[in-house]
């Protein structure tokens, strides 16, 4: 069977919009500096990753998706940092993101499982790579307010 490219990497560019949107509310969410800057850092490599991939999905002669979906979101599992309300402590706020990061790596391990050409792999296994950095990151600073909590 061959597979969609096209649809591969209109999937993963609806994960990489609902990730920005996550790590954008994220950054509006939380009191701490840092914090603010690693999450609108995260959102920007969100929005590079997309428009890297819409690239790829017009060379190959496709409809590039301009964004994710609400419906994506909670399949996705963005849903509870999109609709977080004041108030929550950082530690919440980095796990959300967390769950986040997991099902972007899901995503992305899924597509690289996939019948892919040579050069569109080569560009998902690149952005998975960064996303499994981004994961770890937050997954760190998760333990560490975790720690800190105590």
Known sequence: MSTNVTAVLN???????????????AAEDTRDA???ALFVSRADDC?????????V???LGGKPETGGTVGGALRRGWA?????VGGRSDYDILAECEKGEDVA??????A????LPADVRMVVDRQFQGVIRNHDRIRDLRDQFAAAKH
């Open 34 to 36: 840092q914090l603010k």
């Open 11 to 25: 999937d993963l560019v609806e994960t990489s919009k609902d990730g920005e949107r996550g790590f954008r509310k």
């Open 112 to 115: 690289l499982e996939k019948d």
């Open 47 to 55: 929005t590079q990753g997309a428009r890297e991939l819409q690239d």
């Open 57 to 59: 999905v017009q060379k």
């Open 80 to 84: 509870d940092i999109k609709s977080a």
């Open 105 to 110: 790596k899901k995503n992305y391990s899924d």
